[in-house]
T-cell receptor, first 114, second 113 residues
Framework: KAGVTQTPRYLIKTRGQQVTLSCSPI?????VSWYQQTPGQGLQFLFE???????NKGNFPGRFSGRQFSNSRSEMNVSTLELGDSALYLC?????????????FGPGTRLLVL | GESVGLHLPTLSVQEGDNSIINCAYS??????FIWYKQESGKGPQFIID?????DKRQGQRVTVLLNKTVKHLSLQIAATQPGDSAVYFC????????????FGTGTRLLVSP
């Protein structure tokens, strides 16, 4: 069974631009979560989607948004990019949203904002 | 605030040794913990998990111990191999009804031949 896939793997943008990242969960998984990883802040929860609905959001500004499609694929968008948005963005999927469901991570999208 | 943290940023061991990576948590209501391994350029890889109704759980070459009294868990890797070199994170899933992993700061395990 294929793992979580994320595209693109690498991205370079300039300040003020916007970016859309894509995540395809493991087949059959319906819950998708997004995390940001930086050297300074570590791994931080962004948001979680299930049944095309955002169920919870972490402590990030409104410039960070996402959505989930009927096939469980998810996208996240960052508008008006700032230098501090440079990070590895990770997507994780699980069968269902239950808090004891194991999450499996994709390889991440590395975003560099210049 | 409540946190999940690891004790040592770096752990260096010799190939064949047993490795122990520690993690402390502060939320006494926490009841589900996961260990992830992250290699350079990759996303975190699930290693093993443990629920609060257990004190110990074993996998292939790995054992997780949970001490709820002192709010501490550890990951033990037997016969550590160079391929075990990575950053190890403990994480707690704090979402009740939804997913929200809270990660520790990570311990880098360096295995020398």
């Amino acid at each position: 069974k294929a793992g979580v896939t994320q595209t693109p793997r690498y991205l370079i943008k300039t300040r003020g631009q916007q970016v859309t990242l894509s995540c395809s969960p493991i087949s059959g998984h319906r819950s998708v979560s997004w995390y940001q990883q930086t050297p300074g802040q570590g791994l931080q929860f962004l948001f979680e989607y299930f049944s095309e609905t955002q169920r919870n959001k972490g402590n990030f500004p409104g410039r960070f948004s996402g959505r989930q499609f009927s096939n469980s694929r998810s996208e996240m968008n960052v508008s008006t990019l700032e230098l501090g948005d440079s990070a590895l963005y990770l997507c994780a999927s699980s069968l269902v949203p239950g808090y004891q469901e194991t999450q499996y991570f994709g390889p991440g999208t590395r975003l560099l904002v210049l | 605030g409540e946190s999940v943290g690891l004790h040592l940023p770096t752990l260096s061991v010799q190939e064949g040794d047993n490795s122990i990576i520690n993690c402390a948590y502060s939320n006494s209501a926490s009841d589900y913990f996961i260990w992830y391994k992250q290699e350079s350029g990759k996303g975190p890889q699930f290693i093993i998990d443990i629920r609060s109704n257990m004190d110990k759980r074993q996998g292939q070459r790995v054992t997780v111990l949970l001490n709820k009294t002192v709010k501490h868990l550890s990951l033990q890797i037997a016969a550590t191999q160079p391929g075990d070199s990575a950053v190890y994170f403990c994480a707690e899933n704090r979402g009740t009804g939804f997913q929200k992993l809270v990660f520790g700061t990570g311990t880098r395990l360096l295995v020398s031949p």
